[in-house]
């Protein structure tokens, strides 16, 4: 409720109607006319309701995730979760929560700097969030996805996305062959060329010498 005071006065040529404006509410007011000096002003008071703010009832902006991809096979046990932040049209912090198999495992991340908490680390790159856990998540099948919460507890949710852990993943091994092999085989065929143009050279020059 609101109160306001209205100060008025009595005209004598006759009754006036003084309307006041509080807070988008019409109050309207009599007056009377009079000759007495004594009663050319007075104070009126009144309290009219206030007007109720409308709620906060929009949602932040879908969090979009980015990798782990959707279909991932890892052995990564410590993988870096990165979506891109949500926005809120009204302007206000957004919170998210990251689920592992529906489980809020990862709840109240900020979005207003790098962060270092016993559960992960977080990076911001942009609008980019990194989140990567401090502790080895065990071997499996996992589901992830995020939600992003506003002040008002308005909440958007994010596609779900599927990875697997797994220890049997063969380690690739990169192969280097050594040069050496290769460098020995170019000798060996530039050995027979030489030789083969020596014989060549010879049997000319005996053909020349016995042209019989």
Known sequence: MSTFSLKHCFNPQGLLAIVFIALGVLFPVKAYATTNPNLATSVTSATVPALAEAPDTTTPTIPILIAPPDGTLTDNSSP?????????????????????????????????????????????????????????????SYSWSVTASDLALNTSHSATWHFTLDTSIPPYIATVSNPRSTIYPLRSLLAIILLLAFLWRRRYNLILLNPQ
Do not use: C
Not at 88 to 111: E, M, R
């Open 80 to 140: 870096t979760f990165v979506w891109r932040q949500s926005t809120d049209k009204g302007g206000n912090t957004v919170f998210y929560t990251l689920y592992l198999n529906d489980v809020a495992t990862y709840s109240n991340i900020g979005s207003l700097g790098n962060t270092i908490t016993s559960s992960y680390t977080l990076r911001l790159d942009g609008d980019i969030i990194h989140l990567t856990p401090t502790s080895a998540l065990e071997y499996g």
